[in-house]
């Protein structure tokens, strides 16, 4: 290939890609599109898209689980990327000749073949790799627990515990990483990957360690200390061997390429 052909080629690729205009329908999206070197070619994404910090400066067509029709329509994207959960969306754009794609962000597994698609179909392959490798060394770089044990990841603190307790079931990246890690998680039934308890499900559940994802950002009015006892007042054997703990980050609840993080934060929580 002559020099002059390579240079067109090139030429053409980078032209190709200043004039994509892509829009994101949830934060984890956005945060893989800025990680594959693709955030010059986003024009809006969903609410709660704050990593990183260029995220924050994009227009908002919604929510992740309500996005505006009409406004993503103004934006004239030429890709909308969103999960699964989004498909009823995405259909309805294809009807105005809008490519879509729709990827699965629910197990480990799932994010790093989404990242992979989402790469190839940005014309980042190896950037998507580089993405998907770290999750898999993060996998990799932890010894087995000593003495394994069962766990149990809450979604939230809260002072009041009657009801309303959300937990992390099966089928999705949590319980992914709680099993990677050598030990396992205290809810075994598959019915649901979030399944909501109450004080009695938690004493039959009766985890050897529970740990709370909380958002400062996101809940600043609880009172940590006063929630924890709380939780320590039910009778579990996280409670008599005081291994109850607050997770405070803001990648935890994101399946992205930050999924690595979350990995090596909560291995260390459960093995230390």
């Known amino acids: ?6 240079f067109l080629f090139s030429f053409f690729i980078l032209n190709l890609w200043a004039n994509e205009r892509i829009i ?32 924050k ?14 406004k993503i329509l103004s934006y004239k994207p030429t890709l909308v990327v969103g999960q699964s959960f989004n498909q009823n969306t995405l259909d309805r754009l294809k009807h105005f000749h809008i490519q879509t ?34 999750i898999t060394n993060a996998l990799t770089s ?14 939230g603190l809260k002072e009041d515990l009657r009801s309303g307790i959300y937990i ?20 075994t039934s598959d019915q649901t990957n979030q399944p909501v308890l109450n004080y009695e499900n938690v004493i039959a559940l009766n985890p050897d360690q529970i740990i709370i994802l909380h958002s400062h950002a996101t809940e600043p009015n609880v009172n940590v200390k006063k929630a924890l006892q709380n939780w320590y007042s039910i009778p579990t054997n996280a409670a008599k061997n005081k291994k109850i703990s607050v997770v405070d980050e803001d990648y935890l ?7 690595a993080l979350t990995i090596q934060r909560l291995y260390k929580e459960m093995n230390d």
């Open 1 to 6: 290939m002559s020099v002059k052909i390579l």
């Open 24 to 55: 994101s329908l949830s934060p984890s999206i956005t945060e893989i599109i800025y990680g594959l070197d693709r955030g010059e070619s986003l024009v809006a994404t969903s609410s709660y898209s704050l990593y990183p910090n260029a995220a």
């Open 57 to 70: 400066k994009l227009p908002i067509i919604g929510g992740y689980e309500n996005p505006n029709i009409e």
């Open 101 to 134: 794609l729709a990827l699965n962000l629910k197990q480990l597994h799932s994010i790093e073949k989404s990242i992979l698609t989402l790469g190839a179909k940005l014309n980042a392959v190896n950037k998507a790799k580089e993405l998907t490798n770290k």
């Open 142 to 155: 932890t010894h087995k627990p000593t003495h394994p044990h069962s766990v149990m990841i809450v979604y």
């Open 168 to 187: 992390a079931g099966n089928n999705i990246f949590f319980d992914d990483i709680i099993k990677a890690s050598g030990n396992t998680n205290a809810y």
């Open 253 to 259: 609840h994101i399946p992205s390429q930050r999924v």
